[in-house]
C-alpha cells in the first residue's frame, strides 16, 4: 500500500534556529501534501495544504513566513520552522493523497516531535 | 459550527463493545474516516465510510452513518487492551481542496 515516509522523526534545537521537516511518498504520486500539527492530547490542527509545484495554502493563523512549505516535486514536501521557538515545539504530521475528485486515499507520516529549546 | 465534535473520553471493560460517536459539518464531504493513535505515534486508518452508505462492517469494526444529522459512529466489537488508544473521526471538505478536518479524538481506555 502506500507509504510515506517523514523526518527526521524527533528533533530538539535550540531557539533561533530553523528545522526543516521531509515528508516522501514512496511508492506514489502526491498531487497534494498537508501538514498538521498536534499539541498534547488534542486534535490534528491542519496548518496548510501544498500542491505540488504551487504556494502552500494557509490556514487562517498560520504564519506563512514561520512555517514554510516546499513541495518542488510530486513526491517531496518540507515544513521549514524557521527561528523556532519553544512555543513552536509540537507533533507536525504530514498526509500525502494523489486524490483527484475527491478518492478516499490520504497516508499520514509517522510524524516528527519537535522540541525547542 | 465549523468544528468536527466528539466526546473526549470512553472507557470500557475488556471483551465489552466501544461506541464511539462524531458530529460533523460539511454536508457536501464525500468520505468520513476514523483514524486511531496510540502514545507517541502517528495515525492509522481504521475505516473510511463514502458518503451515499449508511453502515459499513469491517470485522469488528461497524461505522454507521446518519448523513440527515452528519452522524458518524464507530463501534468497535469485542474491545481488547490492544484497543486503548486515540480515535478521530475525520471529514473530507471536498469542496476547500479535499483537506481533511479531523475531531478532537476520544481516548478509549479499556479495562482488563
Known sequence: GAVVSQHPSRVICKSGTSVKIECRSLDFQATTMFWYRQFPKQSLMLMATSNEGSKATYEQGVEKDKFLINHASLTLSTLTVTSAHPE????????????RGGSYGYTFGSGTRLTVV | GEDVEQSLFLSVREGDSSVINCTYT?????????????????????????????????????VLLNKKDKHLSLRIADTQTGDSAIYFCAENRGNQGGKLIFGQGTELSVKP
Open chain 1, 88 to 99: 513552536d515545539s509540537s507533533f507536525y504530521i504530514c498526509s500525502a493523497t494523489n486524490h
Open chain 2, 26 to 62: 460539511d454536508s457536501s464531504s464525500t468520505y468520513l474516516y476514523w483514524y486511531k493513535q496510540e502514545p507517541g505515534a502517528g495515525l492509522q486508518l481504521l475505516t473510511y465510510i463514502f458518503s451515499n452508505m449508511d453502515m459499513k462492517q469491517d470485522q469488528r469494526l461497524t
